[in-house]
């Protein structure tokens, strides 16, 4: 049997026998439910039905969590998907039943002016309501997530990413982080400008921030600080390499600012003048709207990081907000921030002559690369995966993620793999 549950319904005369699976759903603010929803079906001859072995919960999933994004009840959330193919429609022709794959997060249909150009994240024609598209996420389209046991894959050729070796073997966290957050936080680089030995500060260590610095140090960034005020997190992001800086210790700009004055080779390579350079070349924004206050951390204030980026970057730098930024926001303290309204330090950027990129990341523009990195053993971004769980544990796995405690940094939740590898 497999493990799915049949389930009868009795119609009048009729009785209907209809298969379904289990998968976390949004019930409500700071509460999922598991629960049986129906096993989806394929719709059109260009998708593919994937059963899951591993589906991720993200930092983003907690907006929604957090009732900070409209969602409706009962909607099947998780964005961060693989697992093998169960069955493809007629028209789908390089992906077959039982190869391994993992989705990028964005759904693409792979035809349209965007897609073309590799601009995945803004795909136009998979979301009526908008140029974006996504697994189980609110304002994204009408796509069921994949915290799931099964998920159906639109346009299967273009949006699976095929992968070697078996389900469970040593990639299989790896493989999983491919979905998004290792091509998040090395396009949040990208954005950002980091090349080989560039100077570079993040905000946030959750696994954004993390991939980011990771991803920085494989570009070979020449220092890489990674701001958060959580201890098992800058312990991660110490562990990879990066230099941890606690926002509960003071102002972290001016941490950054001290501990680069302390660099004596640095220093003693400044010309006049260039002691201005006291930040860094590149700034990543990955924490977003929901950022907590330096000075009073129980407090949000949406734009702590977008002022601190703005700050710690040098002359002529470059800033990547990677973090989100969402509207309508129910949950905001005023009118302005509810329609995602903020104050923006424009002048001092402008003064500062600094480039900016946002957005969501384009994941099948990397999502190859990273891969091949992953299997020739040059990365293992599965450093920070801190938990799995089975699926019946996620509503708890959610709530102490949310509260960032007891180390919960990356959650992965694990379905039916012994079965799979005997
Ligand atoms: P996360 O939400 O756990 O990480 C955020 C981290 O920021 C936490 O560790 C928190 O302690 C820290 N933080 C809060 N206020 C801070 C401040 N003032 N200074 C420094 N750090 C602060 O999880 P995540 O998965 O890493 O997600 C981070 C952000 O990236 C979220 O907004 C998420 O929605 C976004 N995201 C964007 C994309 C994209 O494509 N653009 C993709 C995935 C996630
Ligand atoms: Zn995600």
């Known amino acids: 049997m497999d493990g799915l549950r049949h389930i009868a319904e009795d119609r009048g005369n009729l009785i209907l026998l209809e298969v379904h699976v289990k998968a976390v759903s949004y019930a409500g ?45 009962g909607t099947v959330v998780g964005h961060e998907i693989m697992g093998v193919i169960e069955t493809v429609g007629e028209a789908v022709s390089s992906i077959k039943k039982g190869d391994r794959v993992v989705l990028p997060f964005n759904i693409a249909c792979g035809f349209c002016y965007n897609c073309h150009r590799g601009d995945t994240h803004s795909c136009l024609t998979m979301n009526p309501e908008g ?9 994204m389209g009408p796509y069921a997530g994949g915290q799931a046991e099964f998920v159906l894959v639109p346009y299967a050729d273009f949006n699976c990413l095929k992968l070697p070796g078996t389900p469970g073997d040593q990639w299989e966290d790896d493989f999983l982080l491919l979905a998004d957050v290792f091509p998040t936080g090395y396009h949040a680089t990208e954005l950002a400008c980091v090349t080989p030995g560039k100077t570079v500060a993040i905000f946030g260590a959750g696994p954004v921030g993390l991939l980011a610095a990771y991803s920085s140090i494989l570009k070979g960034a020449s220092e890489v600080y990674v701001v958060d005020n959580i201890p098992e997190r800058l312990a991660k992001a110490k562990e990879l390499g ?57 407090h949000e204030k949406p734009t702590q990081v977008l002022e601190n980026v703005i700050r710690v970057v040098n002359p002529a730098g470059a800033v990547s907000l990677i973090g ?38 384009p994941v099948k523009r990397y999502n190859e690369y990273l891969r091949d990195l992953i299997v020739n053993g040059r990365a293992k971004p599965s450093k920070i995966v801190s938990h799995h769980i089975a699926i019946d544990e996620a509503p708890e ?22 079965k799979e590898a005997a």
């Open 29 to 73: 603010v700071r509460k999922m439910s598991v629960s049986d929803h129906p096993k989806p079906k394929l719709k059109a001859p260009t998708d593919a039905l994937l059963r899951v072995t591993t589906s991720g919960i993200c930092g983003s999933d907690l907006h929604m969590y957090d009732g900070r994004t409209p969602l409706d009840k």
């Open 242 to 298: 990066a230099i941890p800086v606690d926002f509960g210790e003071g102002d972290p700009v001016e941490q950054i600012f001290k501990l680069r004055k302390k660099n004596k080779g640095i220093q003693e390579s400044h010309r006049p003048g260039e002691e201005k350079l006291e930040g860094v070349d590149c700034a990543i924004d990955a924490v977003g709207y929901q950022a907590r206050d330096d000075k009073h951390p129980n």
């Open 131 to 139: 140029a974006s598209a996504a697994y189980g996420y609110a304002g």
């Open 324 to 361: 989100v930024y969402i509207a309508p926001d129910p949950g905001a303290e005023d009118k302005n921030a509810k329609k995602g309204i903020f104050p923006f330090p424009l002048a001092d950027f402008f003064d500062k002559a600094l480039s900016l990129g946002t957005g969501q990341a």
């Open 397 to 418: 796995a959610y709530e102490k993620f949310d509260k960032r405690i007891d180390g919960y940094t990356k959650v992965l939740i694990k379905f039916g793999q012994q």
